[in-house]
């Protein structure tokens, strides 16, 4: 059998400000969720949240991009957002850029990760969710993951592994893509994914002799850019991925390795900062220091025919505490820049800008440095 698993998250409202996501707003969302289990649309779901992100985690057999799972996430977003509504909570309907549903999600505000499989003999996989922050955060964690023998041990001791892994990189700006096979094209792959802003990791799939299929995506991320749909700055796109694991695949220990170390990542106090990414349980992501520091929640289930078992919640371990401690004393570091790059983001890359009218106050005051 087929399985479809699907991430689609969106922020409709917080509270206070843009901490945290309020129960009736998981309430709502559960209520419709439990009604297309019911009528067959679904086989199975979670309602999670990572801060201020309301994230539906759904299986069922209906492929990517399915207009019934679609509408069933869409009217959860819609019920939560009339309860944020209701306790007039921050941003409420915040990711919600149309009132009319047309088919599918895309394009509409809230964000998505999707890939169908065929579900192998024991099918673990980790759902990641991050708050305050866009998806190129996802391609450091991610190239480690499949592509660096320093953090998967796989890639050197599995005979599964030894042609690697084939990575899908988007460029969001252009809306093209790429396929490049690494390790041949390692250092290609890591020219584009290192400018996180531009290119980003939407998927993963195994190289050749792999136990999985190479047609199987084994990563996908969600790349949806609010401010590149809406052409202006509208909403947040803090993202979601989900990755397969073990038998010929990383295994969970190497898929949560990366962030064992509180990478830099852009987002932040108005999406416009740059700090370190904090992991954390789902119940501690509520980003309070300068609306934040980013979070990364990790939640592990087994598949079996499409049920979900588990969560996990993986960063809840004192593994990860010397991870949190770092990032706290990265983000005090970065902090002392205050408005300077490169705690600030270049001016392009900010969500949030006073620049234009600054400009334009001073427009007439600038002087030619010609003599
Ligand atoms: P406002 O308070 O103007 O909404 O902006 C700050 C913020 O929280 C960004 O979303
Ligand atoms: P979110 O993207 O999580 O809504 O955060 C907005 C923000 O501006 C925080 O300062
Ligand atoms: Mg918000
Ligand atoms: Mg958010």
Same mark, same amino acid.
């Given at each position: 059998?087929?399985?479809?698993?699907s991430i689609?998250?969106?922020?409709?409202g917080s509270?206070?400000?843009h901490q /945290?996501?309020? @129960?009736n707003?998981?309430k709502?969302? #559960?209520?419709v969720l439990k009604?297309? =289990?019911a009528s %067959?649309?679904?086989?199975?779901?979670y309602?999670a949240?990572?801060?201020?992100?309301?994230d539906?985690?759904m299986?069922?057999?209906?492929?990517?991009?399915?207009?019934?799972?679609?509408?069933?996430a869409w009217?959860?977003?819609?019920d939560?957002?009339a309860?944020?509504?209701?306790?007039k /909570?921050?941003? @409420?309907?915040?990711?919600?850029?149309? #009132?009319a549903f047309?088919?599918n999600? =895309?394009g509409? %505000?809230?964000g998505?990760?999707?890939?169908?499989?065929?579900?192998?003999k024991?099918?673990?996989?980790?759902?990641?969710?991050?708050?305050?922050?866009?998806?190129?955060?996802?391609?450091?964690?991610?190239y480690?993951?499949?592509?660096?023998?320093?953090?998967?041990?796989g890639?050197?001791i599995?005979?599964n592994?030894r042609?690697g892994?084939?990575?899908?990189?988007?460029?969001?700006?252009?809306?093209k893509?790429?396929?490049?096979?690494t390790?041949?094209?390692?250092?290609?792959?890591?020219a584009?994914?290192?400018?996180?802003?531009?290119?980003v990791i939407?998927?993963v799939?195994p190289g050749?002799d792999?136990?999985?299929?190479?047609?199987?995506?084994v990563?996908?991320v969600?790349?949806?850019?609010?401010?590149?749909i809406?052409?202006?700055?509208?909403g947040?796109?803090?993202?979601?991925?989900?990755?397969?694991g073990?038998?010929?695949?990383?295994?969970?220990?190497?898929?949560?390795?990366?962030?064992?170390f509180?990478?830099l990542v852009?987002?932040w106090?108005r999406?416009?900062?740059v700090?370190?990414?904090?992991?954390?349980?789902?119940?501690?992501?509520?980003?309070?220091?300068?609306d934040?520091?980013?979070?990364?929640?990790?939640?592990?289930f087994q598949?079996a025919?499409?049920?979900?078992?588990?969560p996990?919640?993986i960063?809840?371990?004192g593994a990860?505490?010397r991870a949190?401690?770092?990032?706290?004393?990265?983000?005090?570091?970065?902090?002392?820049?205050?408005?300077?790059?490169?705690h600030?983001?270049p001016?392009?890359?900010?969500?949030?800008?006073s620049?234009?009218?600054?400009?334009?106050k001073?427009?007439?005051?600038?002087?030619?440095l010609?003599?």
């Open positions: 059998m087929k399985t479809t698993l689609i998250k969106a922020d409709v509270y206070c400000g /945290l996501c309020h @129960a707003l998981i709502a969302a #559960d209520a009604e297309a =289990k %067959g649309t679904l086989i199975d779901y309602v949240h990572c801060g201020d992100d309301l539906l985690i299986t069922h057999d209906k492929g990517e991009g399915n207009e019934k799972v679609h509408k069933a009217d959860a977003f819609m939560a957002t309860e944020a509504k209701k306790l /909570l921050y941003g @409420a309907g915040q990711d919600i850029l149309s #009132d047309s088919g999600v =895309k509409m %505000g809230p998505c990760a999707e890939m169908e499989f065929e579900e192998r024991s099918e673990p996989v980790v759902c990641f969710l991050m708050d305050k922050t866009d998806p190129g955060a996802f391609n450091f964690p991610v480690r993951m499949f592509a660096d023998p320093f953090n998967t041990a890639l050197v599995d005979p592994m042609n892994f084939r990575f899908e990189v988007y460029d969001i700006k252009e809306h893509r790429v396929f490049l096979n390790p041949s094209e390692l250092y290609e792959l890591l584009l994914i290192g400018s996180t802003s531009r290119y939407k998927r799939y050749a792999n136990k999985v299929p190479e047609t199987e995506a990563a996908a969600s790349t949806d850019k609010l401010y590149e809406a052409g202006d700055y509208v947040k796109d803090d993202p979601v991925a989900i990755a397969r073990q038998s010929g695949l990383p295994s969970i220990g190497e898929l949560v390795e990366p962030y064992a509180p990478h852009s987002g106090m999406g416009s900062h700090g370190p990414i904090y992991p954390c349980s789902m119940d501690n992501s509520i980003p309070t220091r300068f934040g520091p980013t979070r990364i929640v990790a939640l592990g598949l025919e499409g049920k979900l078992v588990g996990n919640d960063f809840a371990d990860y505490d949190r401690s770092k990032a706290l004393k990265v983000a005090d570091y970065m902090r002392r820049h205050g408005p300077f790059q490169p600030r983001l001016p392009t890359d900010m969500e949030y800008t620049m234009p009218k600054v400009m334009e001073l427009k007439g005051r600038f002087e030619s010609k003599e």
